[in-house]
Every structure is written in structure tokens, then in C-alpha cells.
């Protein structure tokens, strides 16, 4: 668990006047570089100050052949130096971080709240996460296939297993962004077949039923139980596609204010005191989601 967990906080008193300090955690096989727009767009919408976990691809592809263990190791020492950057902000005044978490690293930023050891790793930084955003994050795996998927079904099944759906809410809020922009189809040619290839890898479907998703992850893979779902007509999953990805002006402007909105909602019931008759032991429950979000 981070040392720094338990440093006194400023933002207890009013949790709807602080902004927020975020993590960033970028996807399988990305470097940090990737996400600074990304990192200056959310700078504009309000947030204190946002951060970007130092995984690289060498990282990634150890990750691959030891478990995970490396990139989840980084990205702590990256949440360490976010919850440093929180207490140091008038505008976090050291509030519990909103995590950002691109594909891949939506799966890290669950794990980072675990109490149980992840490849010989203590994190169970819980305390510190006030948000998790996913976006695009394969929350269910399928078979076995490619080095990413392989990562994907081992860090999925065991934040599964530990910290299932939107685990530690109502404390932590949990917001699941999904793309919907390439439909797939087993039997059509381009972009749509291939589409289609990684949505049966993630959700095989014997009834030969088509899935709609981002071009990689599709929407019923990406959206985790329990937490809020927000679904976006037109948006690919990464950068390198030429249309808008999740990065993108347009999906940031719908995703980030519900992402604050549901990290605000978390920080009120840490506020209420124990015991105190308020919400703080209750769960927001299963169903309680914004449906689906759509731009065009």
C-alpha cells in the first residue's frame, strides 16, 4: 500500500470544491508521449494536474511473459508521485486521484486498488483512488490468442476474481467508456472482418452473432458491471486510425464530466462521518448507469 495513503486532507470539509489530480495509464504496447495531448485536454477541462504512468513498450511486452507484475509496479511508483502531486495542489488539497485508464491500462488501474498481491506486488491503493475511467478496457477476455489478449486474460481474470465490476463503490467511483464505430462482420472484407476477428476473441458468440465495438475491443467487453456506462457513436479504439479516438476533443467533452461528476459523488460519501447515519458503507448498486452517450 502507498506510504501516503494516509497523509491528512484538505478536501474533506467541501469534496465539491476541489478539482481533481489525475493518473493516466496508457494501453498495451503505448509510451507516455502518446497521451500528451490527452494530458493537455483534460488540463483545459478543469482538472489540477494530470500525470502520466512511465509504461513503455518494453514494459508491456515483460508484462507478457511475467504476468503484468512490471507495469503494475510502475504504475504505483506513478500513483506514489500523483498522491504527492495531490497534497501539494491548493485545488486537490489531497484529494483521492481519478485514474485514467486507456485499454490495457484500465485493467491496471483496477488492480492498483487490490488488497491482495498481484504478481508479488503489494498495491492496494484504494484508498488513494477516488475514479477509475476506463476506456476501451477489454473487461471480459475470451480465449487465448495474441500476446495482448494472453496479458488481457491474466490480469482480467484476476481482477475478477479480487476486485469484480465496480468493486469498491460507492467510495470509488467507476465510469466504463465504450467506442461504437466499426460494426463487425464475419463474412464482409477491410476493416469490418478484422473488427470482427478481435470482438470474437473477447466475446465468442456460437450463435455467429456480429458485435458492434471500436475496431478492437467491442462495447459488451468494455463496459464493466456496476459501474457508470458511456458509450460513444464514432469512436475508435486507438490513436492511429485517423477518426476520433478516445482522446479526441469531441469524446473527451462527453466522458470527463461525467468522469468528475461520479469521482465528486465518491468524495461525498468518504466525507460523511463513520456512523453518522450517510451513505458510506452502501454500494451505488449494479444498475446504476447514464446509458448510452452518443456524439456525432
Do not use: C, K
Amino acid at each position: 500500500m502507498p506510504s501516503r495513503n494516509a497523509r491528512p486532507s484538505g478536501w474533506l470539509s467541501d469534496p465539491d470544491a476541489v478539482r481533481p489530480t489525475v493518473l493516466i495509464i496508457g494501453g498495451f504496447l503505448t509510451v507516455p508521449a502518446m497521451y500528451l495531448r490527452l494530458r493537455r485536454r483534460l488540463l483545459d477541462r478543469g482538472a489540477a494536474e494530470v500525470l502520466i504512468a512511465d509504461v513503455y513498450t518494453p514494459d508491456w511486452l515483460l508484462a507478457v511473459g511475467r504476468g503484468g507484475g512490471a507495469v503494475a509496479t510502475r504504475a504505483l511508483r506513478a500513483l506514489i508521485r500523483a498522491i504527492d502531486a495531490s497534497a501539494s495542489s491548493s485545488s486537490s488539497q489531497g484529494a483521492p486521484l481519478l485514474v485514467v485508464g486507456h485499454s490495457a491500462g484500465g485493467m491496471v488501474a483496477r488492480l492498483l486498488t487490490t488488497s491482495e498481491p498481484f504478481a508479488g506486488r503489494r498495491l492496494g491503493a484504494s484508498d488513494a483512488v477516488g475514479g477509475i475511467v476506463t476506456l476501451g478496457s477489454p473487461h471480459r477476455t475470451g480465449r487465448v490468442g495474441d500476446l495482448g489478449r494472453r496479458l488481457g486474460v491474466a490480469v482480467g481474470q484476476f481482477a475478477d476474481r479480487v476486485v469484480p465490476g465496480a468493486f469498491y463503490a460507492p467510495r470509488v467511483g467507476y465510469v466504463a467508456v465504450a467506442g461504437r464505430a466499426i460494426p463487425g462482420a464475419r463474412s464482409g472484407i477491410g476493416r469490418s472482418r478484422v473488427a470482427q476477428r478481435f470482438y470474437d476473441g473477447l466475446l465468442p458468440n456460437a450463435d455467429g452473432a456480429t458485435a458492434e465495438g471500436d475496431g478492437l475491443v467491442p462495447v459488451g467487453a468494455a463496459l464493466l458491471e456496476g459501474a457508470r456506462h458511456v458509450v460513444l457513436d464514432g469512436v475508435t479504439h486507438g490513436q492511429l486510425s485517423g477518426r476520433p479516438w478516445y482522446g479526441s476533443p469531441q469524446a473527451v467533452d462527453v466522458w470527463w464530466p461525467i468522469a468528475v461528476e461520479t469521482w465528486h459523488e465518491a468524495l461525498r460519501v468518504r466525507a460523511v462521518p463513520p456512523g453518522s447515519g450517510g451513505a458510506s458503507g452502501a454500494r451505488h448498486g449494479p444498475a446504476r448507469l447514464t446509458g448510452d452517450v452518443t456524439y456525432r
